[in-house]
């Protein structure tokens, strides 16, 4: 597209590495910036592999969790933040409609969020979802945990499988909980072959872990 051409995507990348910087940079829920410098660089990988365009994937990616509810008063407060931005910015009316959409559709919601419409969509929400299955995953499932002020495991309290995502934003759940509640659903939920094929192994890796805690937990 012409207008794509026209638009001086290495400034505006930059810019929005720097305003994910400022808005994310001491958030302690696990959505720091180095969350989302890591979702830039596999949206970056997942796009270049699937076809999809990198520059508008790491312009959504840089966006993602600044408008994220949790970190926001509102949702809307957090979109219309991130939409405030845009409209400052050298890019085309349809490049900014499309990012939006992106970052306000992209999130887990218990499942229940309609499939991504677009393939920069589909990348963008496989590389944050992969940077919530694996080694990095669990330290920040209890990192933020720990945020929230919920404990590491509490035998008593049976993981809830499946829920609404009313229950699943308002429900409170031991951190090892979460790992059966949603994380060991991703794998089945990415978008993408190739983030499918790095799920697996990240997806195994948790299962060894838990398999693990749990032995220890029992004192074996
Ligand atoms: P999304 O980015 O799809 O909206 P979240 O922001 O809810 O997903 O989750 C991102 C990561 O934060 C999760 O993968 C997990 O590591 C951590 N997390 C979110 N909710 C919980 C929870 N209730 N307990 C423990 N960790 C959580
Ligand atoms: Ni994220």
Known sequence: EASR????WENVLQAAAQFAKE????????????????????ARKLSRLEGADQRLSAAA??????????LNPSKEAGLQKVKNWLEEQPISEVDSRHIMEIISTMSYNAGSNPPMRTLEGKVVQDADR????GAIAIARTFVYAGWKGDPIYDPDIEPRISMTSEEYRNGKSPAVNHFYEKLLKLKD????ATARSIAEERHRYMEEFLARFHIEWSGE
């Not at 051409?5 to 001086?8: E, H």
């Not at 939920?189 to 993408?192: A, R």
């Open 61 to 70: 990616a840089w966006l993602h969790d600044v408008a994220d509810e949790k």
């Open 130 to 133: 992969l940077d919530a299955i």
């Open 189 to 192: 939920l990415m978008n993408t």
């Open 5 to 8: 051409d026209a638009t001086d």
């Open 23 to 42: 808005e994310l940079g001491d958030d302690r829920s696990g959505h720091d910036w180095w969350h989302t410098h890591r979702v830039v660089t596999m």
